[in-house]
């Protein structure tokens, strides 16, 4: 009995070892590439939600070009990889607050204009106004609209 127990906890102490080894603290491009997904996931739900998205040929090409983009991702990030869920998902939720904080800032630029209207330099206040946004934000944002810095694995 002590030796089926003995054999029992060596093979769970293995296979524990087995499936943490699989498990891998993801790249910094592979950490981008879950951020940018779920950038693009947003956009494209957001862009869904605008009515009437359907008669705005414009915008359904956003859309597809987002979807291509989220493709992309998704193949780079295939399920074969087994990487750190709490990283991932990290990436990922930095996005969701990228995004909120993308869409508060639009809210304070187009308050700019009418905040600037009987200024003295109305372009002067407008500019001064508008760039008061967090560059290091918009460049992340940027970054998943073009997906050059993604390996050509990621085709």
């Known amino acids: 009995m002590r ?30 590439a879950a951020y940018c997904l779920r950038m693009n996931q947003l956009f494209i739900a957001a ?8 008669s705005d040929p414009e915008l359904e090409n956003s859309i597809k070009d987002a979807e291509y983009r989220a ?38 630029d187009d308050q700019c204009e009418p905040a600037c209207q009987d200024a003295q330099q109305p372009l002067r206040c407008i500019y001064e106004c508008t760039n008061k946004r967090d560059e290091q934000l918009a460049i992340r944002i940027r970054s998943c609209w073009t997906l050059s810095w993604l390996p050509a694995g990621g085709s």
């Open 71 to 108: 493709d992309r991702l998704r193949s780079y990030l295939a399920p074969s990889k087994q990487f750190d869920p709490a990283a991932m998902q990290g990436a990922m939720k930095r996005a969701e607050i990228d995004k909120a904080n993308s869409a508060a800032e639009q809210k304070s």
């Open 3 to 32: 030796s089926s127990l003995a054999v029992l906890a060596a093979a769970s102490s293995l296979l524990i070892g087995i499936v943490q080894a699989q498990v891998r603290t993801p790249t910094d491009i592979e950490l981008k």
């Open 47 to 54: 862009s869904r939600n605008q009515q009437p998205y359907l």
